[in-house]
């Protein structure tokens, strides 16, 4: 006898579930180990929040109470395509960050704002990656954790002690006595016509003489004025060429054409 009650199997319904189990991920334990090897240089740095770090271990744990830590990611320029940096980044970030986290510092264009609780924020100048007048610079801002994320190497990124740096010395006039590797002269430190001109040419001191922050705040303060100051360098240092080749067609100019006599 029929059972009226049966139904026939629907084929929508079926390719509905089929959908639902191919769109649904199945769960692995996965082994996080390092895929790219020196690909990346990284820096890590724990503060107490008194003026005083150290470097410390790539755990990307964050700090207590007063205690912040800074991880600095410097990716390499080259002809490298952003899905290849973004591998990069999930080699040395992951675990603990997610695939948004790694998205927001890798991508290109201007961003600021919120991705999983953090605050993130990016800046980028056009141009190929492989380029000197290239600038990029991400940050992921925790309450007591930075991330940052840089194209290339970024010049005066370390700190010194308070007293250390050139900035806070008494200078002194170098004289034709001076005897070469003498550090004072007369109760001040000797300062070379070259190291003023550089001074006084970038409008701060080549060495990484920063103070010490006493804050996360004042970490971010610092990460975006060092990258001010390298796009001013590139800056003046674009000019100069410009000045230099200025130059150079104005004394082609003035040549007196050749004879060949």
């Known amino acids: ?19 639902q189990s191919i769109g649904t991920p199945l769960k692995e334990t996965l082994l996080y180990r390092t895929h790219f090897p020196g690909a990346v240089r990284q820096k890590a740095y724990r503060f107490d929040g008194l003026g005083n770090y150290i470097t410390k271990e790539w755990d990307l744990t964050e700090g207590r109470r007063k ?6 990611v410097e990716l390499p320029k080259g002809n490298q395509k952003l899905p290849l940096y973004a ?14 986290d790694i998205l927001s510092l890798v991508s290109n264009g201007p961003y600021c704002g919120q991705v999983d609780g953090a605050l993130v924020f990016r800046v980028n100048s056009p141009g190929p990656n492989s380029s000197n007048f290239t600038i990029k610079i991400a940050a ?27 900035l806070s010395e008494i200078p002194s006039v170098e004289s034709p006595s001076f005897v070469r590797g003498e550090e004072k002269e ?10 003023l001109e550089f001074l006084l ?20 303060v610092h990460v975006i004025d060092t990258h001010v100051d390298q796009l ?14 200025e130059l150079e067609l104005d004394k082609g100019i003035l040549l007196p ?4 006599s």
């Open 1 to 19: 006898m029929m059972d009226l009650n049966h139904e026939e199997p629907n084929g929508e319904s079926e390719e509905l579930d089929k959908e």
């Open 67 to 72: 205690e912040f830590c800074w991880y600095h």
């Open 87 to 100: 591998q990069y980044l999930i080699d040395v970030l992951c675990p603990p960050l997610k695939l948004q």
């Open 140 to 166: 992921r801002l925790t309450e007591n954790s930075l991330i940052t994320v840089s194209l290339g190497r970024v010049p005066r990124l370390g700190f010194s002690p308070v007293g250390q740096s050139l």
């Open 186 to 195: 007369g109760g001040g430190i000797v300062i070379r016509e070259h190291v």
């Open 201 to 220: 040419t970038m409008n701060h001191s080549e060495e990484a003489d920063n103070p010490v922050p006493r804050t996360i705040s004042n970490l971010v």
């Open 232 to 245: 001013q360098d590139i800056v003046t240092n674009f000019e100069m060429e410009l000045d230099a080749v």
């Open 257 to 260: 054409p050749n004879n060949g």
